[in-house]
């Protein structure tokens, strides 16, 4: 472990430590079966593209409820701007600097624009989050929701953990504390909003690089750390999955990084703009990938995602909705994936 990495681990243990016990969710008792929230804060002051998009499932689930509310969401980097563009009810992005010591001024402001505004409702996404636990707490508003645990609606819903859906299921229970009706649809999949011209454009770029007669398979070798699969294992699911295929095409998406676990033997498609890439996934027939980043954009452009997991934990982190799976490729062979996808596909 690098000295960086040994100091930052230490300085997420001491603020978690110290932050754990801040707060409490405010609310009356059955108080109001016709409350309204106008204002809501959502806090997720995280800069990953994966962490971004399982916030968007909260966001339809207030839209539904509450037609009229505006959203500010508090957050990292500069991807939130992008993810939600097309989400009207999104009206202000709050973005905490990623190096606060070296932006202190700025750091300053985006807690002040914090206190400054009043809103009905924040909601805290992360209750492991030591900034999103202060955020909550330092807002001015009515009511706040520190994202606790919680046990009742852990027993009822097995798919609790996941972490797109378990604050849409908290949102739910917080509601019913004010006495309004429990809903039991489905909670919304993660989704980008795409228009129909962002997908038209990326249709037009997916027919240059294969031939339009042909559906197509998408294919996303990389990923982050341990979660990315090996040459070998790439090499060999994909010989098997032409010769299983022969009448789509196979496209691969690269990551931002360039590279490919099959040394570009595939057609390719590269871009840095993340509504581009949900697009150009749109546009295909499956896509395949580790849990990664870009197997969650996937999910936001409402294709079926066939998601690999041999690290993290796919109750947490796998897709869903749009007839997706996760697969367990420490349990599930080459073979067994290819039956799978032709499940999908027929």
């Given at each position: 472990?690098?000295?960086?990495t040994?100091?930052?681990?230490?300085r997420?243990k001491?603020t978690?430590?110290?932050?754990?016990?801040?707060?409490?969710?405010?609310?009356t008792?059955?108080?109001?079966?016709?409350?309204?929230?106008?204002?809501?804060?959502?806090?997720r002051?995280?800069?990953?593209l994966g962490?971004l998009?399982?916030?968007?499932?909260l966001?339809q689930?207030?839209?539904?409820?509450?037609p009229?509310?505006?959203?500010?969401l508090?957050?990292?980097g500069?991807?939130a701007?992008v993810?939600f563009?097309?989400?009207?009810s999104?009206?202000?992005y709050?973005?905490l600097?990623?190096k606060?010591f070296k932006?202190l001024?700025?750091y300053c402001?985006?807690?002040?624009?914090i206190?400054?505004?009043?809103?009905?409702?924040v909601i805290?996404?992360d209750?492991?989050?030591?900034?999103?636990r202060?955020s909550?707490?330092?807002a001015n508003?009515?009511?706040?929701?520190?994202?606790?645990?919680?046990d009742?609606?852990?027993q009822?819903?097995p798919?609790y953990?996941?972490?797109?859906?378990?604050p849409?299921y908290e949102f739910?229970?917080y509601l019913?504390?004010?006495?309004?009706?429990?809903?039991k649809?489905?909670v919304p999949?993660?989704n980008?909003k795409l228009?129909?011209?962002?997908?038209?454009n990326a249709?037009l770029i997916?027919?240059?690089i294969?031939?339009?007669?042909k559906?197509t398979?998408?294919i996303?070798t990389?990923a982050t750390?341990?979660k990315c699969?090996?040459?070998?294992?790439w090499?060999?699911f994909y010989e098997k999955?032409k010769a299983?295929?022969?009448?789509y095409?196979?496209?691969?998406?690269?990551?931002?990084e360039?590279?490919?676990?099959i040394?570009f033997k595939?057609?390719?498609f590269?871009?840095?703009d993340?509504?581009?890439?949900?697009a150009f996934i749109?546009?295909?027939?499956?896509f395949?990938?580790a849990?990664?980043?870009?197997?969650?954009?996937?999910?936001?452009s409402q294709?079926?995602?066939?998601?690999l997991?041999?690290i993290?934990?796919?109750?947490?982190?796998?897709?869903?909705?749009?007839n997706?799976?996760?697969?367990d490729?420490k349990?599930t062979h080459a073979?067994?994936?290819i039956t799978?996808?032709?499940?999908?596909?027929n």
């Amino acid at each position: 472990m690098s000295f960086k990495t040994y100091i930052n681990t230490l300085r997420r243990k001491i603020t978690r430590g110290l932050t754990k016990n801040i707060g409490n969710n405010k609310w009356t008792e059955n108080s109001n079966s016709k409350i309204e929230f106008k204002q809501i804060l959502i806090s997720r002051p995280n800069h990953r593209l994966g962490n971004l998009l399982m916030i968007t499932p909260l966001v339809q689930e207030i839209n539904t409820v509450f037609p009229d509310c505006k959203i500010d969401l508090f957050v990292k980097g500069g991807l939130a701007p992008v993810i939600f563009k097309n989400y009207s009810s999104v009206q202000d992005y709050i973005i905490l600097p990623r190096k606060p010591f070296k932006e202190l001024i700025r750091y300053c402001m985006v807690w002040y624009k914090i206190k400054r505004k009043k809103y009905d409702l924040v909601i805290n996404i992360d209750q492991g989050s030591s900034s999103g636990r202060l955020s909550t707490q330092f807002a001015n508003a009515d009511f706040k929701s520190f994202g606790e645990l919680n046990d009742d609606i852990i027993q009822q819903y097995p798919d609790y953990t996941h972490m797109a859906k378990y604050p849409v299921y908290e949102f739910r229970h917080y509601l019913e504390k004010f006495g309004l009706p429990t809903r039991k649809t489905e909670v919304p999949t993660i989704n980008m909003k795409l228009s129909n011209q962002e997908i038209e454009n990326a249709k037009l770029i997916l027919n240059r690089i294969v031939p339009d007669n042909k559906k197509t398979i998408a294919i996303f070798t990389f990923a982050t750390g341990a979660k990315c699969y090996c040459v070998d294992w790439w090499d060999t699911f994909y010989e098997k999955l032409k010769a299983a295929f022969p009448d789509y095409n196979i496209v691969e998406i690269l990551p931002v990084e360039n590279v490919s676990q099959i040394n570009f033997k595939a057609p390719s498609f590269y871009s840095k703009d993340v509504r581009e890439i949900a697009a150009f996934i749109a546009n295909t027939s499956l896509f395949i990938g580790a849990d990664s980043g870009i197997m969650h954009l996937a999910c936001a452009s409402q294709t079926t995602v066939l998601g690999l997991f041999h690290i993290t934990n796919p109750e947490k982190y796998k897709p869903y909705g749009n007839n997706s799976l996760a697969i367990d490729t420490k349990t599930t062979h080459a073979d067994a994936i290819i039956t799978l996808i032709k499940t999908r596909l027929n």
